[in-house]
């Protein structure tokens, strides 16, 4: 039952599956779940991995099935506006671009004013289509506030007419302690079958399109075209696995390759690496960069979204243009050749992770958020 004294806020997200907003709504529920009244809604029965720890913070988890074609998404429409004037929330916060959509506009059918909030996690998400731009528009005139992640997302909302006093930037927040271990790297990489006299160059991600695995595995190839003394690891799992094993499979690289598949001790594993690398085509506030920094661990990626907001090029780590093996290969190859460069690089981004992205902060920048609406 709600404690009414606390403000009641419903977070509505397209699906609870293993990924960065997901991992985010998470963090912020177990931050904040006893000085609010949260209840979550969610319409993927299929991708529920956070369902079960989110309740067991005493949050309410609902999953409604949004059903298929017109008839099916009118009739999620209005169970969704129900729902919402059930629960009477003082607080709508969608989630993503689906739920940025469906929930505010659920939420202002349900005829009673409340304040919307709606969180853009990464820039392509601010930069759509013709039609979801005026769709956008028109949304964000009814929202109180529009939550982004990064300064690139917030600029690409701007640069689509999006007025800039109604949107804040609150980074997301990670606790780097999780990522300390006592074992050693020889130990961990023991009990993981991986090869402990090589340079192990690893990625952490779904296998959708946007992450661009295929990159990574011409990277590979073409470092291994001179040198013998690396080991690549891909981390995760996801539709386009076959596409990724038969590349790999073709150019000959199966032993030099290890897939892990989906794994839930991120942390531990990213310890047994010495260079992290982020393929993406587009991103947000990368979570898996985040989590190399925390690890210690140099990051070479692309240049896309927020990254820049997270690696500062040539102090712990370096940014490449979006598809470009030759540099890719050549920052690589720099780290390959100075444990030091890559010490340095792993103890500079877990210093910046201290200094600027610590769950206080960014509950205390929600916190503000709820207080003031």
């Known amino acids: 039952m709600s404690n009414k004294s606390n403000k009641i806020i419903l977070h509505i997200i397209g699906q609870l599956g293993v990924g960065g907003a997901e991992r985010q709504l998470y963090l912020l529920l177990e931050g904040l779940h006893s000085r609010y009244d949260f209840t979550v ?6 991708r529920l991995d956070h369902m079960d720890a989110i309740q067991s913070l005493g949050v309410k988890v609902i999953v409604i099935p949004k059903g298929p074609g017109l008839i099916g998404r009118i009739k999620f429409l209005i169970k ?19 739920a940025n959509i469906w929930g505010r506009i659920a939420c202002l059918l349900s005829k009673k004013k409340r304040c919307i909030i709606s969180s853009i996690r ?12 005026l769709v956008e528009r028109f949304l964000a005139k ?27 930037v609150i980074y997301n927040a990670i606790n ?9 790297k020889k ?17 952490v991600g779904g296998m959708r399109p ?54 839930d001790d991120i942390p531990q594993l990213l310890r047994a690496f010495d260079i992290f690398i982020l393929t993406s085509l587009w991103e947000g506030l990368p979570n898996v ?29 370096f940014l490449v243009p979006p598809n470009d093996i030759g540099s890719m290969v050549r920052a690589i190859n720099r780290l390959i050749d100075s444990a030091k460069l890559r010490s340095d690089f792993g103890l500079s981004g877990r210093s910046k992770i201290e200094r600027q992205f610590s769950l206080k902060n960014t509950y205390e920048l929600y916190s503000s958020v709820y207080d003031e609406l």
């Open 80 to 98: 969704l506006g129900n729902l919402i004037r059930i629960i009477d929330p003082d607080i709508v916060h969608t989630w993503l671009s689906s």
């Open 289 to 317: 960069i985040m989590e190399a920094m925390c690890a210690r661990l140099p990051v070479v990626a692309t240049d896309v979204g927020g990254v820049s907001e997270l690696i500062s090029h040539g102090e712990n780590g």
């Open 41 to 46: 809604i969610s319409y993927d029965e299929e």
């Open 122 to 133: 990464s820039a392509g998400e601010a930069n759509k289509k013709i039609l979801e731009t």
């Open 142 to 168: 009814k929202t109180d506030l529009i939550i982004a992640n990064t300064e690139a997302a917030m600029n690409s909302m701007v640069h689509n007419k999006i007025p800039e006093k109604k949107i804040r």
């Open 210 to 263: 946007e992450k661009n695995h295929c990159m990574f595995v011409e990277v590979a190839r073409e470092i291994l075209r001179k040198r013998n003394d690396v080991h690549f690891v891909l981390v995760g799992d996801g539709e386009l696995r076959q596409n990724i094993e038969a590349l790999i499979s073709k150019y000959g690289l199966c032993e030099m390759f290890t897939l892990t598949g989906q794994r």
């Open 176 to 184: 780097p302690d999780l990522y300390d271990f006592s074992e050693t």
């Open 187 to 203: 130990e961990i990489r023991r009990q993981l079958m991986l090869p402990y006299h090589k340079v192990l160059i690893a990625t």
